[in-house]
């Protein structure tokens, strides 16, 4: 009986002392999962702080005015379109802009001058309107009138966007590469600060095009004297002296084809088709020859 009760306590001994070195054990583990759980939550932390930059790169544009893309495309009608076009240029300088090409040309009809101009300029955006109505006022009448707008605030937004992002990567691959440890990791990341230095210059030349063209509104301009939309005028005696002059324009236009024709087709008929007449001439003459003196011979033949 006191050998079963020794059995039986030097068991419960084992079990105690199992059970503490489990615990003992366990409490030595536990500092380990403590700083586990600690960086995973600073992981996360650092991800949700990334995630509100995020939204803040996205939110903070959205305060951004309007970016409106505003041209215009004029046709009027002028007495002195050379004089108009000096008005013009002065309107768009005194409104801070500026004139980006001009051109003019003359066209003689029936013993009359008719001038054209076009020109094109641009004007600050926020003095369109009233750039317009100072445009159309140089003139007698407006012939055609085309204005025209493009929302691009949404794009721009978004360019915006990209471009803050495309920088952070940009900072994160430099700090990055201060900590390489060997040429080549620092080769690998030097080529992907390029990659991204070359999507940046993209964005940056996107934006800086949408930024200039909703600043500045394009107004493109074609000046024309009144005569120049007079042709379809009516009257008998206006269309009969209209249907000669046309007629002999197309008589002369057809006389100018014919000699423009003759004068390049000559070194043809002299260089080719004369040798060829010739020599084809010459084989005739002989062959008549031939035939000929064959006849003569028959003849003689028969009379001996």
Same mark, same amino acid.
């Given at each position: ?33 403590? *700083?586990?759980?600690? !960086?995973? #939550?600073? /992981?996360? $932390?650092?991800?949700? %702080? ?7 790169? &996205? ?124 040429? *080549?990791?620092?080769? !690998?990341? #030097?080529? /992907?600060? $390029?990659?991204?230095? %070359? ?7 996107? &934006? ?97």
């Amino acid at each position: 009986m006191k050998k079963l009760n020794f059995v039986f306590f030097l068991f419960l001994f084992s079990f105690i002392f199992g059970a503490c070195s489990s615990t003992s054990s366990n409490t030595n583990a536990n500092p380990s999962q403590a *700083e586990i759980g600690s !960086n995973s #939550q600073n /992981e996360t $932390a650092a991800q949700k %702080v990334s995630l509100a930059d995020a939204q803040q790169s &996205k939110i903070a544009p959205a305060a951004v005015e309007r970016k409106i893309i505003r041209d215009a495309d004029l046709t009027l009608e002028t007495d002195a379109p050379a004089e108009t076009q000096n008005k013009i240029t002065a309107i768009a300088e005194s409104k801070g802009g500026f004139v980006i090409e001009s051109s003019q040309s003359s066209s003689d009809l029936k013993a009359t001058t008719h001038d054209t101009v076009t020109m094109t300029v641009r004007v600050p955006a926020a003095k369109f309107n009233e750039s317009l109505d100072e445009i159309r006022k140089t003139a007698s009448r407006v012939i055609v009138e085309n204005v025209k707008g493009q929302d691009v605030t949404e794009e721009f937004i978004d360019i915006e966007a990209r471009l803050k992002t495309q920088k952070a990567l940009e900072a994160q691959f430099l700090e990055i590469m201060k900590r390489s440890n060997s040429v *080549e990791d620092a080769l !690998n990341i #030097q080529r /992907e600060i $390029a990659g991204v230095r %070359v999507g940046i210059e993209k964005i940056e030349g996107r &934006k800086h095009f949408l930024e200039n063209q909703s600043s500045f509104s394009t107004v493109k301009i074609k000046l024309q004297s009144p005569a120049a939309f007079s042709a379809t005028s009516s009257g008998f005696f206006y269309q009969i002296r209209h249907s000669f002059g046309s007629g002999f324009d197309a008589a002369l236009s057809f006389i100018l084809v014919l000699i423009t024709v003759a004068v390049a087709l000559l070194p043809f008929l002299i260089f080719i088709v004369l040798p060829i007449y010739l020599i084809m001439r010459y084989f005739l003459k002989k062959n008549r020859r031939q035939k000929l003196a064959s006849e003569i011979a028959r003849e003689e033949i028969k009379n001996d």
